[in-house]
């Protein structure tokens, strides 16, 4: 079983022209950003064979050391005899380069240890909104370069998390004119959390009420449901596998990364229109128009890590998603405005910015039909 909890934000400090003078590196728009790192947050890797499963950027930050888990993260549900450890796989930052980006924490269960587990109780079954439940309160400490400490919930960490992160790439003069408490909300701001699991067939899952069916072809499955205990609904997403493999199927990584590029990418957007001028964004050039031509610039020249088959496959369909849309970037970026503006109109209404069941499921639709198909349109 893996698990991934994804933290979308919007960075619009390049609105300013001293960009609230934010340190030059990394330059998230080169091909090969060369060896760089985001102070207290940790370096920044270039993608290459290794990434297993997380291929289709051109880099990212592993912020080992502004996110610490104090504690080892077990599941552990009513009735079990003991628990199952999710070990952290990674701690990741994207960014494209504009104003989209996202945090991303990876746990994969272990596998020796779940497999004994449910061979000894076959009669017991992964509940997965208890699982989602598990990842979203698991507890963090966020270390900022200022030395601060901040102890939160995972999926409550966002504004500590963006303190940090306003922190560790501002100029240290640049601190003095422009604290974090400033910028933080307006010039940068943390969406709420998602979360989506992949669990291989082989797994035994206790089948839920709770779910909105996105994808139902034999045993490849994605569906919606909500993590147990939470407010929010409807924001965690389950990929039922049809392979027993840990490593992503093609199909399934394409339509995961797909998701997190227009989920990220929307809710940056959304957030410009909601506070500023629309002349502003004319002028330097922001348009949702543009940032999805780059969006699909980045997936037409991906190019496999290396030389395994699941890699090209991956790289293809990615490919096949941008060919389809670049002779046709008005009608894409039409469809995506409809659904930012969405977001945005909530947020200049004065209500708590809102990305919640209505957009993630429509994202997440999206994704599974464009890459279905390897070239459909998004609807």
Known sequence: MFGLLQLPFADLRCLADDRFDRVPR????????GECFVRGFGKMSARNATGYGLIGERGYVEFDH????????????????????????????????????RFEFGFMADSEIEQAFFA?????????????????????EIRSPDESRTESRLDRCGTALARAYLTATTTRDGL??????DLEGRFLLLGPSTVHLRVPVTLPVVETEDRRPILETGDDRLFITSAAGSARRNTVAVQISPTASRREPSTERARRVLFAHLNAMLFAYSH????????????????LRDLTEKMLKRFEYLKPASDNAEDAAFAGAMAAFSAAHAGRIDELTQRLQNLADQAAEESRGGKAFNWG??????????SAEAIATGATSIK
């Open 26 to 33: 990394p330059d998230w728009s080169a091909d090969d950003p």
């Open 66 to 101: 502004a996110v610490a888990f104090p504690t080892p993260v077990r599941h552990k549900q009513d009735g079990w005899p003991r628990e199952i450890p999710l070990l952290l796989w990674f701690r990741r930052m994207y960014f494209d380069g504009d104003i989209a980006g």
């Open 120 to 140: 000894e109780n076959p009669e017991l079954r992964y509940d997965l909104t208890e699982i989602a439940r598990t990842i979203k309160e698991t507890k963090v």
């Open 176 to 181: 003095k004119r422009y604290p974090p408490a």
């Open 272 to 287: 410009l229109v909601s506070v500023t001028d629309v002349n502003e964004i004319a002028r330097r050039r922001l348009r």
């Open 357 to 366: 069941r209505s957009l993630f499921e429509q994202i997440l639709i999206k």
